[in-house]
């Protein structure tokens, strides 16, 4: 369950709205919208929501992370509203297929795609890889769309794209939602087919979002996404 909430200072003035959710044992103050500048919120969010990850503006993030709050996330939400699809490109040597694979012949392909280099591997070599697939597949972030698909070559998964018709109260983050796409560095030219693939066959708007400094951004810019926010997710610490 979640709410949205307001954050006030001791006079009573509106601080910030947030959305109050709970995400993998977390509290997270999610899609914060400031009511006042930077500076006169900070003290008031780093007293309040003490233990929260804040997702919020960018200028927010940086600040919080100045008074000693830990860096989660910087990302960018992108959506794609299907009124101009790309033609499809053939995949070439790859087969391009249904999510009908279980979780232990998706991740090696999945941790191959994100190397030290890459900027979300910290938090990924720190998941349960195994345990997170497995619930994705279950349909436990919500049911899996017939857009999901996987890169195969000679009978291994190389790629993948994983979407879920999620339902979360705050747009964008609603609807199909691309959980993951990956693909093995070993195989480049993998994610142009799968992510074509899955506009393809998409019947609603499409949402995911990129870490900054990931050079997929790329790609979503060459296939008709469009950046609809930015946000910067930063741990205040435990209660």
Same mark, same amino acid.
């Given at each position: 369950?979640?709410e949205r909430r307001t954050l006030t200072d001791a006079d009573g003035?509106?601080?910030?709205? +947030? ?38 503006? /960018? ?11 830990? $860096? @989660? &996330?910087?990302? *960018?939400?992108?959506? *794609?509203?299907? &009124? ?29 795609? *994100?190397?030290p280099e890459h900027p979300d591997y910290a938090v990924i070599a ?11 597949? @279950? ?22 794209? /994983? ?8 747009? $964008? ?23 074509? &693939?899955?506009l393809a066959r998409s019947h609603a708007a499409l949402g995911l ?15 008709? +996404? ?14």
């Amino acid at each position: 369950m979640s709410e949205r909430r307001t954050l006030t200072d001791a006079d009573g003035t509106v601080i910030a709205t +947030f959305t109050d959710v709970e995400r993998d044992g977390r509290r997270v103050a999610d899609l914060l919208e400031l009511e006042v500048p930077v500076e006169r919120a900070l003290a008031p969010i780093l007293d309040q929501l003490k233990g929260f990850r804040v997702a919020g503006p /960018v200028e927010l993030g940086r600040a919080l992370i100045e008074a000693g709050g830990k $860096p @989660a &996330r910087h990302a *960018h939400v992108y959506s *794609h509203d299907l &009124r101009e699809r790309p033609e499809p490109h053939p995949p070439g040597p790859i087969a391009l297929t249904p999510l009908d694979r279980p979780a232990a012949e998706i991740v090696p392909a999945y941790l191959a795609a *994100h190397p030290p280099e890459h900027p979300d591997y910290a938090v990924i070599a720190a998941e349960d890889s195994d345990a997170w697939f497995s619930a994705l597949l @279950a349909g436990k972030y919500g049911p899996l769309l017939d857009s999901s698909g996987l890169a195969i070559v000679d009978d291994t998964v190389v790629g993948g794209i /994983v979407i879920a018709d999620i339902a979360d109260p705050e747009p $964008p983050f609603e609807g199909p939602w691309v959980m993951e796409f990956f693909r093995d560095p070993n195989h480049p030219g993998t994610g142009r087919p799968l992510l074509e &693939r899955a506009l393809a066959r998409s019947h609603a708007a499409l949402g995911l979002a990129v870490t900054e400094g990931n050079s997929a951004a790329r790609l979503y810019d060459a296939l008709g +996404f469009r950046r609809v926010l930015s946000t910067y997710s930063v741990d205040l610490g435990v209660r």
